[in-house]
Nanobody, 123 residues
Framework: VQLQASGGGLVQAGGSLRLSCAAS????????RSWFRQAPGKEREFVAG???????TYYANSVKGRFTISRDAENTVYLQMNSLKPEDTAVYYC??????????????????WGQGTQVTVSS
């Protein structure tokens, strides 16, 4: 599976960005696609995920109500980010795997990763 992330950039606090994660290759029929982020000096953390079977979505508490993860029929997953804050500044990575439900937020449960896209929110 190859993942291509795009859509990052520089935005002022309160603004919006939409990230995209396109997948190619054998993505297999049951999987979870998630976004993680990593700020300088911090560990990579879960942001949002979507499970393909039922389309259930999961969010980190820090982004709930501001970010929305969605998918389309061509295996592309989007992360709509609204009301951005300076603390959202990080490199955002999309990930693809088949974790059990309880491990959806665990980065070690994902097999494939995109290259990362920088999101910078200025105050």
């Amino acid at each position: 599976v190859q993942l291509q992330a795009s859509g990052g950039g520089l935005v002022q606090a309160g603004g919006s960005l939409r990230l995209s994660c396109a997948a190619s290759g054998n993505t297999f029929s049951r999987y979870t696609r998630s976004w993680f982020r990593q700020a300088p000096g911090k560990e990579r953390e879960f942001v949002a995920g979507i499970r393909w079977g039922g389309g259930n979505t999961y969010y980190a508490n820090s982004v709930k109500g501001r970010f929305t993860i969605s998918r389309d029929a061509e295996n592309t997953v989007y992360l709509q980010m609204n009301s951005l804050k300076p603390e959202d500044t990080a490199v955002y990575y999309c990930a693809h795997g088949n974790p059990i439900l309880s491990q959806t937020r665990d980065r070690t449960s994902y097999y494939y990763w995109g290259q990362g896209t920088q999101v910078t929110v200025s105050s």
